[in-house]
């Protein structure tokens, strides 16, 4: 009769079961130590830890070099000081680097404002403070840097039209706290921004109460119409800290965003927002102002950045001048307006081979998006007799998702004209007039310029 050999873990040679070993977490790593003497050795294997601690905690050869010690007690390290934020850090953390080194080479002058981040004591005693927990992810940022100091321009985004300007600061925790709100109507909500010059915040509900959902991030719309003077309608900006942040890095790093004079501008372009006409290709990219909005009455505000281009492969025979503008304006709820006039912003921009000419505008709707979409009219400088049309293609403009307080509203009287509404379009309007974009100014006209 044949002898039976009994299979030990303690007989198999090491390099199969390292191989296995290299595909599992940390987690099931440091539960396989706890298997018996030889999985406890094996589990602890220098360049197991080395891809977990490049995974989890973006640590580079040079990061273990010199902290002197294994990938093993590295990752111990890390994990001991930020093991709670595991789930976060690889993502927020990457989202700080690269907006760093964004703005590194863009707005250099942004880099001094950012703060070192927070302690775990100083994150314990805020919560502490304002009696309520903070979301991981919010507390990780702050771990990686505690938001910005309170200067100018903020790190959050700038918008520039010709009589109204704000720049949002990125708050830290301490300030954050001195903001925190408990009246009604904003219990629990926490401000991340802060602008000096029209008092906007973007806030977060720390707890699901009065109609927000827990861990969102809004800007706060009080309802004129309420019968409770307290009724705060909210623009939702996103469902987390994590989601809000990365967006906003995101559209930063990408060029979403255009940068003019060291500041972020948050002008957001859809890449099919481009229409060539012959040598002229014209863009443009649109912005929703929460601060110049509201839900009740229903009131939403954009401005809009138009980027006109002639090619410069273009013959110096094709150099023309922008004679007018002509706009067809269609509504959510199917109301169509067409609107003409002169220039643009009180300009009659002469474009001659690589030539760019940039200039902004703004409009004021009723519903919660429309489009807008129309032509140019151009005559050829050589030959005034020569005109022709150039495209301007469809743009949508959308407010932010919005939510209601769970209170009643008065209706909206009939024939509610807005404190902007006027029947002029304003584009050419000389008291109203804007400059180009790259003086960091707008136009503010009463409605579709």
Known sequence: MASSTELRIDHLPSDPLLHILSFLSFRDLIHCS??????????KHNPL????????WLLTDADRQKSGVSWYCLFKQYYRDLG???????????????????????????????????TEAELNDMEAQIGCRLPDDYRCSCRIHNGQKLVIPGLMGSMSLSNHYRSEVLLDVETAAGGFQQRKGMRRCLPLTFCFHTGLSQYMALESAEGRRMFESFYPC???????????????????????????????????YPIIRDQIFRYAHDKGCVATTGDITVSVSTSFLPELSSVHPAHFFFTY???????????????????????KITTSDGNV???????????????????????????????????MEGHYTFHRLANKEEV?????????????????????????????????????????DDDLRGINMADLEGAWCPRHI
């Not at 989202?95 to 927070?118: D, H, N, T, V, Y």
């Not at 309802?223 to 930063?252: H, K, L, R």
């Not at 307006?337 to 474009?351: A, I, L, R, S």
């Open 222 to 256: 009080p309802s004129q119409t309420a019968q409770d003077p307290s009724a705060i309608n909210m623009f939702i900006t996103g469902s987390c800290f994590s989601e809000w942040f990365m967006t906003y890095v995101n559209n930063v790093v990408t060029g979403e």
């Open 34 to 43: 706890y298997v018996n003497r030889r999985l406890n050795e094996l589990s």
């Open 49 to 56: 830890w080395k891809p977990l601690c490049s995974e989890h």
């Open 305 to 327: 950045r138009i980027r006109i281009e002639m090619s410069s492969d273009a013959s110096p025979d094709a150099a023309c001048q922008l004679d007018s503008r002509y706009w």
């Open 337 to 371: 307006e067409e609107v003409q006039g002169p220039g643009v912003v009180g300009e009659f921009p002469v474009m001659t081979p690589g030539k760019v000419h940039e200039y902004s505008s703004c409009t004021t709707f009723f519903t919660p998006s429309e489009h």
């Open 84 to 118: 709670r934020y595991v789930q976060h850090y690889p993502v927020l953390k990457t989202g700080w680097e690269q907006l760093k080194g964004f703005l590194q080479q863009r707005c250099p002058r942004m880099i001094a404002s950012l703060k070192e981040g927070a």
């Open 388 to 428: 022709f049309n150039v495209a301007i293609p469809r743009f949508h403009m959308v407010c932010p998702p919005f939510r209601e307080p769970a209170v009643p509203t008065q209706k909206v009287p009939a024939g509610f004209t807005s404190r902007f509404g006027g029947e002029d379009d304003g584009e050419g």
